[in-house]
């Protein structure tokens, strides 16, 4: 299929871009990188009356370790992070992740800031950012990680407001991200990334419902004093994944349960 009919324009600078957000409406959208939102027009799953392409607004696009923190502009693009000297030293677990998103073609043109206003919880960053309280930084204000992923594709963000960063707390422990997928470049069935944060574990799930989950559980577990076995036997608790061709709900739990135990083991082997 192809989209149906809409206008583009192409924003200067991120004034720019919200003022022709502003005067196209409420049925424009941004365009980053196109990696999500692309196909999905050509699925006819959306269908946008207008495109701003914010992927010329250089100011966007950087890595930045300040006070603490890791600040990533919105336009910095997956294949940038994986390599990335500055996330390695400060967010290794984000380089590891941005390497195993898509494919070349996705990781050379897919942005940070696109995959976690996308809010696909099947994708990585947003539970990295769920996990690690990580801060969702826009043009009006900063929105915590906890509160920025409200449903399936569903944010807080106004129509005219436009996500610039995503800010990380340093983390340079043991962490491990396990990817199960039928076959290369496929998205997860289920994911389970563990980072080790002043000696405890945090432990975030992907794809295991229609928002990134954090497994409290799991974590308080282990920080109780629970075996890594136990621990993971309560990652998925109270969790009603979607079922699929792919995987069945049962499925996905037992792989949740599994996966957790592995990954908290190898962040714990660094």
Known sequence: MIPLQFEYVRATSVDDAVSKLTSLGDEARVLSGGQSLIPFMRLRFAAPEALVDIGEIAELSYVRAESGRLRVG???RHVDLEHDPVVAANLPLLATMAGLIGDTQVRNRGTIGGAVAHADPAGEYAALCLMLDADIVTTRRT????DFFLGRYTTPLEHDELLVEVSFPVQSAGYAYIKFGRKLFDWAIVGVAAQLVEGSARIGLVSMSDTPVRARAAEAALAQGSTLEEAA????DG???NGSLRASVDYK????RVLTARAVAEAQAR
């Not at 929105?143 to 906890?146: L, T, V």
């Not at 036997?233 to 998925?236: D, I, K, M, Q, T």
């Not at 739990?253 to 949740?256: C, I, R, V």
């Open 233 to 236: 036997s309560v990652a998925a």
């Open 74 to 76: 919105a336009m910095t």
């Open 239 to 241: 969790l009603s994944p």
């Open 253 to 256: 739990l037992h792989l949740a």
């Open 143 to 146: 929105i915590p990680a906890e």
